[in-house]
């Protein structure tokens, strides 16, 4: 069973930065695509950004430019840098994995980010 837990979150100011971490464990076989999402009070999940074992990344267009996604295949550990954070970007940020051999995904359990105007 894959357990998966993020890490980071907390409260910033508009305009700051916050770096989230993701750490896949439980299975000795690597992710496929891990990736970001969040929801926001009120309203549906979204995603953020994903990226492949691969490297390569995929971004919701509002964040391009502001976030970076990264990954250490090593450690089945996906990072999400959030720069030039803004108050609409608060919300619970969750972590989703692909496991590589069963093809299942599994989620985190998120983590708040609240960025104050």
């Known amino acids: 069973q894959v357990q998966v837990v993020e890490s980071g979150g907390g409260l910033v100011q508009a305009g700051g930065s916050l770096r989230l971490s993701c750490a896949a464990s439980?299975?000795?076989?690597?992710?496929?695509?891990m990736g970001w999402y969040r929801q926001a009070p009120g309203k549906q999940r979204e995603l953020v950004a994903t990226?492949?074992?691969?490297?390569?990344?995929n971004y919701r267009d509002s964040m391009k430019g502001r976030f970076t996604i990264s990954r250490d295949n090593a450690k089945n550990t996906v990072y999400l840098q959030m720069n030039s954070l803004k108050p609409e970007d608060t919300a619970v940020y969750y972590c989703r994995v692909q496991h590589s051999v069963d093809l299942r995904y599994y989620w985190g359990q998120g983590t708040q980010v609240t960025v104050s105007s």
């Open positions: 439980g299975s000795m076989f690597s992710m496929n695509v």
């Open positions: 990226i492949t074992s691969e490297g390569t990344t």
